[in-house]
Structures are given as C-alpha cells and as structure tokens.
C-alpha cells in the first residue's frame, strides 16, 4: 500500500511549510554548477504542490530566498533571479489549471523590479482560485518580520491608532506576513541539516519538525506523503499531559 493511502484524509495538515535545500549539494554531487541544482528543485516544487493540493493541505510554504541569500555570490543571485521570473511565467497555467492561489510573504521591495512586476501579474492571474495556496517566502527571515512587525506596532502606537494594552498575541500576529494564515502544523527541511534557519520562529511555535536526507531535487511529492504519515503519527500535547489529551 502506498503511503498516500495510508494517510488519515482528517488529519492532513492545513499548513505545511518547507524549507528546500541542498540544491547546491545536489549539483555538486552531479558534476554541475549550483545553479543546476536550482533548476531542478523546480520539478520538486512542481511535484510537491501537486501533492498537497492532492490531499487537501490547505497552505503550502516555500523557503525560496533568504534576507541572507543576498550575501552569495552575484551570478547565482542573478541565476536564482531569473529561474524564479521564468518559472513563475512557465508556471502559472498550471497552478491556474490545479485551482492554486499565490502569495509572497518577505521583503517583496528588495526583489528586482522585474522579478515583482511578475510576482504581481501571477498573484492577481490566480486571486481568484479556491485550492492550496502557495506562500513564496522571497527576501525573508523570520528576523526581519519581526522586526518589522514591531516597528509598525511602535508606529501605530505613537499614532494612537492603538494602545500598549492592546498588543497581545493576536495583535503580533496581525502585523506579521502571514496574517490570516492558519500557524504551519509541520515544518519539513531536506538535505540532512536539523537547523531553521531563521524561518517563521514565532509561527512555528508548535510545529512538528521533519528532517530528511534527501536533497531538495530529489524531493517529490511521495516525501511529502512520508513526512505527513510520520506528522500524523506523533503526539501533539501543546503543553498538556498525554492523561489530559485523553479525558
């Protein structure tokens, strides 16, 4: 029996999210530029959103470029750049077709113009479809979110459009990138590394965390179903006891 079918169809996450890596790796082990290993893990992301939109998984992740990404060397900045323009233009028939909506959550303004200019036509092309909706995560850290999120506050604070005593959890919220987005259920990382990397800290709170081995461009979505079977197969205590689960 295939993993797929061993899946609980009610217990599928609504938010999954994923930090891609070893692409670099990947080409390396291949004899090829990293640049080789990024045009590959298009074909693992292609698979990976065909799997979640399969079973249901209501929102779907993407670490795709870190705020610290900037520091690589420029050709491969300028590589990723480009893969992510043409991959966004070869794309977005399919997504359309598959009922996909797209979002971008991240420092959207350090992107090149282009890159936003296609962002935006891709984001409002697929606006109105119903299914999974994948999150870009584009010149982000979870860092700089939240950075961002408290000097807003601050700002709206000094405006008196809100109090001291107004800022709890669902305010934070409301003021980071992935406000109206259910927190992710389970974060997946491939490649071996059991690091986070500076993403979504304050979302992934009670994530459940799931380490592969596998690099990115070997990643389909078979891997997802894997990693959603062991998700499904954990205890979720949230601060409880098991007893108090039970009662």
Not at 95 to 108: A, E, S, W, Y
Not at 167 to 186: C, F, Q, R, V, W
Request: proline share 3%; glycine share 6%.
């Amino acid at each position: 029996m295939s993993v797929e079918k061993k899946l609980i169809k009610d217990k599928i996450p609504k938010h999954i999210a994923i930090i891609m890596d070893g692409n670099g790796r990947w080409a390396e082990k291949n004899g090829k530029e990293r640049t080789f290993g990024h045009e590959n893990g298009v074909e693992s992301v292609r698979s990976v959103v065909e799997g979640a939109g399969e079973i249901g998984v209501q929102y779907l992740t993407l670490y795709a470029f870190s705020t610290e990404n900037w520091g690589r060397p420029k050709l491969e900045v300028d590589a990723l750049m480009g893969l992510l323009v043409q991959s966004i233009s070869n794309e977005t028939v399919e997504l359309m077709k598959k009922n996909v909506r797209l979002q971008v959550i991240g420092d959207v303004k350090s992107l090149p113009e282009n890159v936003q200019c296609k962002l935006n036509w891709c984001i409002d092309t697929l606006k109105n479809n119903t299914g999974l909706t994948l999150v870009l995560a584009l010149s982000y850290s979870s860092r700089w979110e939240l950075t961002d999120a408290v000097r807003r506050i601050a700002e709206d604070v000094q405006q008196e459009k809100i109090k001291t005593d107004d800022i709890d959890k669902d305010l934070i919220d409301s003021y980071l990138n992935t406000a109206g987005m259910p927190d992710p259920e389970l974060l997946i990382r491939t490649s071996g590394e059991n690091r986070i990397s500076n993403f979504l800290l304050w979302q992934i709170a009670y994530s459940e965390l799931y380490f592969t081995p596998v690099l990115w461009p070997d990643f389909r979505k078979e891997d997802l179903f894997k990693a959603i079977y062991d998700f499904q197969h954990r205890e979720r205590r949230f601060g409880k006891t098991s007893e108090q689960l039970m009662s």
